[in-house]
């Protein structure tokens, strides 16, 4: 793996960590580890086509995954 590669996987996981689990982890309390990973697949499915990307002048992927 390239310097580049995990220097986006670092980042990745940073954004993971404030954007759903320090905000979630404060809203509610999981009891089960299928409900914590059916709320992390929705917050994935809004990053991926959703959110806007600051990396692509905040703009956000459209339904093919191509940037609008």
């Not at 960590?17 to 994935?44: A, C, I, P």
């Not at 499915?45 to 339904?63: I, S, V």
Request: glycine share 4%; hydrophobic share 30%.
């Amino acid at each position: 793996m390239s310097p580049q590669t995990n220097g986006i996987c670092e980042r990745f996981h940073r954004t993971i960590l404030q954007e759903f689990y320090q905000v979630e982890f404060r809203k509610k309390l999981y009891d089960e580890l299928d409900t914590l990973q059916s709320d992390l697949d929705e917050w994935l499915a809004r990053y991926n086509n959703e959110r806007t990307h600051q990396g692509k002048m905040c703009w956000w992927p459209d339904a093919n995954g191509n940037i609008t």
